[in-house]
């Protein structure tokens, strides 16, 4: 199993950024996804998770409205498109599929 973030970077607040999580190994299409995030001193937290389908996806609080989860079944790849950020959404974001997290990739906001 592999998983691969990318798309991290610096942005100035109220900008956006795109991760994307490319998937190997396991049957990505029948599978649920989900990405966390870390961010310094805190715990790891779930950010959103999506159904197999790419149905419906679920958001933590503090994202949603910004944030948007989608999935392409036939790329074996997974996003997370993020709005409006914020300083506090500074934090490693990791794509994970059952007990497999990828290596994870930098989101600093910041001006």
């Known amino acids: 199993v592999r998983l691969v973030e990318s798309g991290g970077g610096l942005v100035q607040p109220g900008g956006s950024l795109r991760l994307s999580c490319a998937a190997s190994g396991f049957t990505f299409s029948s599978y649920a996804m989900s990405w966390y995030r870390q961010a310094p001193g805190k715990d790891r937290e779930l950010v959103a998770g999506?159904?197999?389908?790419?149905?419906?996806?679920d958001y933590a609080s503090s994202v949603k409205g910004r944030f948007t989860m989608s999935r392409d079944n036939a790329k074996n790849t997974m996003y997370l498109q993020m709005n409006s950020l914020k300083p506090e959404d500074t934090a490693v974001y990791y794509c994970?599929?059952?007990?497999?997290w990828g290596q994870g990739t930098q989101v600093t906001v910041s001006s």
């Open positions: 994970r599929w059952s007990a497999y």
């Open positions: 999506i159904t197999s389908a790419g149905g419906s996806p």
